[in-house]
């Protein structure tokens, strides 16, 4: 549609799928003995032959010999507190099996309507661009959806969803999607006349990210009536339900949830009937469980969000690579960030302020090194915001500003701004006063980052003071948008996926809205050069002219730095040999794995 190009770069994911197995290629040269990587365009041909981790016999043979009474369990390596945007609750990679969609995107990457009965077309009149930069999107529903407690679907229940996103007496988070779009109007019960601020061009690939319905029978008048129980309400935790593959039938918070599939969903009956998504407290149990085959597979996504790290993954998938029990499977997808403090109100020391200062920390990073010894080379150095294994690579590579491992630079940085090393080593102002920063890390992979980078920075006399935070106080909004020096963060690779989004005035956290946007722009970051620029990236038509704006954005990023890149990461999934179809519709760009999980089969 509109000659947009499906690129990893232009839709979502900059890299490819990489599967760990052992013995299929050589570690990068200089690098520590690292793991064998297949990239997604081998995948096809190496995961389906029978000769795969997954087993024998090929996915066809495997689905046949299938039993749906199986029970498949789910690790995750956090607690799940609850389900949607509501209370800064979201687990999108859990909810992705119970909600459903209203667009999903098949194996190539082309998106196909679901709960949805058409796709939004220029040429069908039902998505009409103005010259003004607004646009009106018509949305047309299948008839007969039902949610799980048996209520027809309807386009009341998007409606519903958008007053509350545009609600600012709740605390809702994702109202960023939602004030986009300045009015819905119901024609009947299964068309929606949308209009939006600008065109969107993920507009006609929606999903719940994007819009959440929500149950008007159930929420509707609670909503009209009273805010504070509507917020409260026990369908954002145990009473939960959706349109998507899976009911929740059981959930018992800090222990597990129960699934069981929906027979009615519109895409068909899942083939597992049974699923038991089990809470664990790090990292440690959830690969126990993995290596005793208690759990047969682990979801994406970040740590916090129960993921396996990179590391923990990495030693999985040597081990398995040797015993063929199972196979771990990397999604590319962010970059990893260091978020600095701009808000002076909040930022110690106040050198932070200072860009040169910035400069420097980034200069005394050898960030090869970190990567080479902490991934053994597997990832690459995050110069810029898409890989240079990216095929859009070359449409921003002249916007890059490099900031290479160079101490000496950095301690010319230092000096142009007014700090010289004392007799002990560390770097002081005029005053007297010591460049003393605190680095808050969550994970255990940035928990890692951090004592690295922290000892490269004593190396040029930053002295660091390291605060990992428990995993259990990032829902703690305030806590964390209130950190004084630096944080770990990530953002998405990629033009789309609320990358950009890091960069936004909208997205400063602050007691106007309960601190919830911490996850968005950390740094409360806000220049009206970057807000230009951004507007340029969202009026940008067709798709592909979005690359320009989107390059005008990274080279202010790196120029002003409120944020210090560090490497592009991946999402492990480790998967037992008896589960197949997890890795034949790989998730592009919005997708994740969850949406597909009723193709899934168990042994």
Known sequence: MFGRKLSSAARGLSLGLLLITLGCAQP???????????RQDTLAASAYTGNDAAGTGGAEARANRHSSDKTLVIGLGTEVRGFSLMNNLQNKYVEDFVHGNLFLQDEQGRWYPVLAAESPSVDAGTWKLFDDGTSEVTYKLKRGIKWHDGAEFT?????????????????????????????????????????????????DTIDLRMMWPMPTHVLGEIYETDKVRFANHPYWTTEY????????????????????????????????????IKFHSDQNSLVAGLLA?????????????????????????????ESKEGKVIFFPYRISLLAV????????????????????????????????????????????????????????ADGITRFDFDPARAERLFSDAGWQKGSDGILADARGERLEIEYRATGRDPQNTATIVADQWKRVGVDTHLNFVPEARLKDSEYMGKFPGIRNHTMVAAPTGGSTGRFLCFNMPGPENNWLNTATNPPGYCTQEMERANAAMEAAFPFDAKMGPFKEMMRIALRDLPYLPLHFESEPIAVRSNVSGIDRVPPKDRGRIGMHAYLWTID
Not at 347 to 366: S, T
């Open 155 to 203: 386009v009341h229940d998007l409606v519903l969803w958008w007053r509350v996103g545009n609600d600012r007496d709740l605390p809702y988070q994702g109202r960023n999607r939602a004030e986009p779009i300045t009015r819905m109007v119901p024609l009947d019960d299964y068309t929606l006349v949308t209009t939006w601020r600008r065109w969107d061009a993920e507009s």
């Open 28 to 38: 990068r040269a200089g690098s520590p003995e690292a793991p064998a990587i297949i």
């Open 241 to 276: 339900f959706g349109l998507g593959p899976y009911k929740l039938t059981n959930f018992v918070p800090g222990s597990h949830m129960e699934l069981a599939a929906n027979n009615d969903y519109v895409l068909g009956a899942p083939k597992i009937q049974n699923i038991v």
């Open 341 to 396: 403090q701009l808000n002076q109100e909040l930022q110690r020391p106040a050198a932070l302020n200072d860009v040169r200062v910035r400069q420097a920390l980034l200069h005394a990073m050898d960030r090869q090194s970190l990567v080479d010894s902490q991934f053994s080379g597997i990832v690459d150095v995050a110069h810029g915001w898409l890989s240079p294994q990216d095929p859009d690579y070359g449409l921003i």
């Open 293 to 321: 085959g208690d759990i047969q597979v682990t979801l994406h996504g970040s740590v916090s969000e129960g993921a396996l790290s990179m590391t923990e993954a990495i030693n999985l998938g040597r081990r398995w690579g």
